[in-house]
C-alpha cells in the first residue's frame, strides 16, 4: 500500500499548546512568575531545543527553587497527557487508511513520552506503526529514520509522501528518499528559497485529504 509518513507535532497534534499548558501549569504549581511562560516558550522553540538546554533555562529562571530533577521530570513527560487529536484531523486519517494508505508516524524524541501521547490521542488504534529517534539511533531529517520507518510497516519509501510542519526536518529530506510532501503551514508563508514542498496546506486535515487524493505514481 502507498505509504504517508507523519509528522506528529505541530501537524498531527497541536504540540505548541500542550506545552504552553503544561508549562503554565508547572509554573503555578511552583509559585514561578507566569510571566516566564513567553520566555520559555522562546527557548524551547517548538521542541527542537535540546532538552538539556531546556532544562538549564527553567532552572536558571527559578533562580534554584526548583530541583533540577523536577524540571527533567517534567521535561520527559513533556506535554504527553495534554495533546489532542482533532476530529478532522482524526477524520481524514480514517479516510487514509480506508484509501489504502499505509500511515507511519516519524517522530524525534523520548520513547516513553512519545508512545505515550501516540496512545493518549488514540492514534496507535489508526495508524499502522511509528518510528521514534530514541529507539531509531537516528533524528529526523536523517534519512535513515525514514527508512526505517518504512520498514517498519514492510514498505519502501519510493512515491511515498511525508507530512509535516518542519521545513528543514520533514520537508527538505523529503526529496532525498525519493519521496513527494506536504509542508502544513500553520498559516505560515514558505521562505526557504532552494527547495520546496509537493504541496502546500493549511493544516494536517488539508494535507491528508491532498495525498489521499493525489495519483499514486505522480511525481
Known amino acids: ?28 504549581a511552583h509559585g514561578l512568575p507566569p510571566d516566564d511562560l513567553a520566555g520559555l516558550m522562546s527557548v524551547d522553540a517548538s ?12 532552572t536558571e529562571r527559578d533562580g534554584g527553587t526548583v530541583t533540577g530533577d ?14 489532542t487529536l482533532s476530529e478532522p484531523t482524526r477524520d481524514a486519517l480514517a479516510k487514509a487508511v480506508a ?3 499505509t500511515c507511519v508516524i516519524v517522530t524525534n524524541g523520548l520513547v516513553a513520552q512519545q508512545e505515550l501521547k ?34 517498519e510497516v514492510g514498505a519502501t519509501v519510493r512515491s511515498s509522501w511525508v507530512v509535516g510542519d518542519s521545513a528543514h526536518a520533514d520537508i527538505r ?9 506536504v ?24 494535507a491528508i485529504h491532498h495525498v489521499i487524493g493525489a495519483p499514486e505514481t505522480a511525481r
Do not use: C
Not at 70 to 83: I, P, Y
Not at 173 to 181: E, I, K, L, P
Open 99 to 101: 484509501a489504502g494508505r
Open 1 to 28: 500500500m502507498p505509504l504517508l509518513m507523519l509528522d506528529p507535532h505541530n501537524t498531527l497534534v497541536d504540540r505548541d499548546a500542550a506545552f504552553r499548558e503544561a508549562v503554565a501549569g508547572f509554573l503555578a
Open 118 to 151: 501516540i496512545r493518549h490521542t488514540g492514534l496507535d488504534v489508526i495508524v499502522h506503526g511509528w518510528v521514534i529517534s530514541e529507539s531509531a539511533g537516528r533524528k529526523k531529517p536523517a534519512p535513515e529514520i525514514f527508512h526505517a520507518a518504512a520498514a
Open 173 to 181: 529530506d523529503a526529496t532525498g528518499v525519493d519521496a513527494r510532501s
Open 47 to 58: 521542541g527542537y531545543t535540546p532538552r538539556q538546554a531546556v532544562a538549564e533555562a527553567m
Open 183 to 206: 509542508w502544513v503551514s500553520n498559516g505560515r508563508p514558505w521562505t526557504e528559497p532552494t527547495f520546496r514542498p509537493t504541496h502546500i496546506a493549511v493544516d494536517a486535515a488539508s
Open 70 to 83: 523536577a524540571v527533567r521530570t517534567f521535561l520527559d513527560r513533556g506535554a504527553a497527557d495534554r495533546v
